[in-house]
């Protein structure tokens, strides 16, 4: 991490945008997972990825809270959404009207916005949160909340972020989960199969994330381009990579870790899925 970097980070610790919880015995610690979400027609699909997600919730303990980062709410700062109007945001076209039909109205959580300090706004949740949320706790009856990615910070801020900061929520029953993909072109996305033969540079990025995964070598993904694949082939736009950064930083502190999915749809979404804890 860059000097300019580290200092960027400390700022946004000093000025209150981010501070860390207190540190509070607990019996137990909640898992952080990430999830490649794929299309939002699985949030009403029933398939071995929506299964996956059904049984990982009955596997784990209820969360007190739930905080997502999801690859599609980007601003220029860092933000807590607090999910006080309950929205369910439709941010797609095109898809059957069945999908427009479905509702997650939760709630947000006051008191974990207040303890962490973050700048908060009222704003629903999008699909990269509810259309994996809606199979793991279909009655929307936790307390969830948002975290913006902030388009100002490297991907190595991302990454210290969530190892410095995030990690500390889980000690509090906070369910973190970071959603977005880890190959994710529209170009190469086959809207009519959705197990359409996968594209081979999805593949070879893919395995290059698990190896490193696999390997501890949590770092080199705030350096995607070390892959042998154009990181512009696989991510035009890197909004969905990040929230895989939040989970590797909580993972670098050495805790068990394992995927609990495999697989693609629609060519090029890599739908892998990984749990640390």
Aim: glycine share 6%; charged share 15%; with cysteine.
């Amino acid at each position: 991490m860059s000097r300019q970097a580290f200092l960027k980070l400390c700022s946004l610790l000093l000025t209150g945008s981010l501070l860390p919880l207190e540190a509070k015995s607990s019996k137990t610690i909640m898992p952080a997972l990430f999830f490649g979400h794929g299309s939002p027609m699985n949030s009403i699909l029933d398939n071995g990825y929506t299964q996956m997600l059904k049984q990982t919730a009955t596997q784990m303990p209820k969360p007190s809270a739930i905080l997502v980062i999801s690859a599609h709410w980007e601003t220029g700062e860092t933000l807590l959404s607090t999910v006080e109007d309950t929205r369910t945001i439709y941010d797609f076209g095109g898809f059957p009207e069945s999908l427009y039909d479905v509702s997650y109205p939760t709630k947000g959580s006051k008191d974990l916005a207040s303890k962490l300090g973050m700048h908060t706004t009222s704003r629903g949740l999008d699909h990269g949160a509810w259309s994996v949320l809606i199979h793991m706790y279909p009655k929307a009856n936790i307390p969830t909340m948002q975290l913006s990615i902030n388009s100002s910070l490297s991907l190595q801020e991302h990454f210290e972020l969530g190892k410095r900061i995030i990690s500390s929520l889980r000690q509090h029953g906070v369910l973190i989960i970071g959603s977005g993909g880890i190959t994710h072109n529209l170009m190469y996305f086959n809207h009519t199969n959705i197990d359409a033969k996968v594209e081979p540079y999805a593949l070879e990025f893919d395995s290059f994330i698990k190896h490193s995964i696999e390997t501890n070598d949590f770092k080199i993904l705030t350096t995607p381009e070390q892959s042998k694949v154009p990181l512009a082939k696989v991510h035009p736009t890197l909004e969905h990579y990040i929230p895989l950064l939040y989970i590797a930083g909580i993972a670098s502190h050495r805790e068990n870790h394992k995927f609990i999915y495999e697989g693609f749809q629609n060519a090029a979404f890599s739908m892998r899925a990984w749990q640390i804890g």
